[in-house]
């Protein structure tokens, strides 16, 4: 037979199984909102990355293009476009050639180069004179001149 005991029992665990459930329920629940909220994120990360691989793409074909750009100017320079290395040899030869016109024609042009080298000397003079009076001097690359 069955006594008011093992019905209070009984009763008591269906509440305990009820209470149990709701909480699973509202467990259930919860992880469903943040399963949604997930996905959602997990969806905008899939299309951050797509932006990104298509960007990439976009980056790569441009460094591919600066660099083909710059093979055809090397390959322009080597070809010689007047900047080959024969050029600067005869670059080299102008510069002597007008040395050499500019020595032998011009008697005025060494005159005022002596004049002006002179001059240079004297103010050299000068500063060295004051300088020695101050000390050492720093010279225009930063260092220190001591003679």
Request: charged letters at 30%; aromatic letters at 2%; proline letters at 1%.
């Given at each position: 037979?069955?006594?008011?005991?093992?019905?209070?029992?009984?009763?008591?665990?269906?509440r305990k199984t009820v209470e149990h459930?709701?909480?699973?329920n509202q467990e259930n629940k919860a992880l469903k909102s943040k399963l949604s909220h997930?996905?959602?994120?997990?969806?905008?990360?899939?299309?951050?990355?797509?932006?990104?691989?298509?960007?990439q793409g976009e980056i790569e074909k441009?460094?591919?293009?600066?660099?083909?750009?710059?093979?055809?100017?090397?390959?322009?320079?080597?070809?010689?476009?007047?900047?080959?290395?024969?050029?600067?040899?005869?670059f080299t030869a102008e510069a002597e050639t007008?040395?050499?016109?500019?020595?032998?024609?011009?008697?005025?042009?060494?005159e005022e180069s002596l004049e002006t080298a002179s001059v240079e000397t004297d103010e050299a003079g000068e500063e060295s004179d004051r300088s020695a009076a101050e000390g050492p001097a720093e010279s225009p690359a930063g260092e220190l001149d001591i003679f």
């Open positions: 037979m069955i006594t008011i005991e093992q019905i209070r029992l009984l009763e008591q665990k269906v459930l709701n909480l699973l997930y996905q959602t994120r997990i969806d905008e990360l899939e299309s951050l990355i797509d932006s990104f691989k298509k960007d441009g460094i591919v293009s600066a660099l083909e750009e710059l093979n055809r100017l090397e390959d322009d320079l080597d070809s010689g476009d007047g900047n080959s290395p024969d050029s600067a040899d005869d007008e040395s050499t016109s500019s020595a032998s024609g011009g008697l005025d042009n060494s």
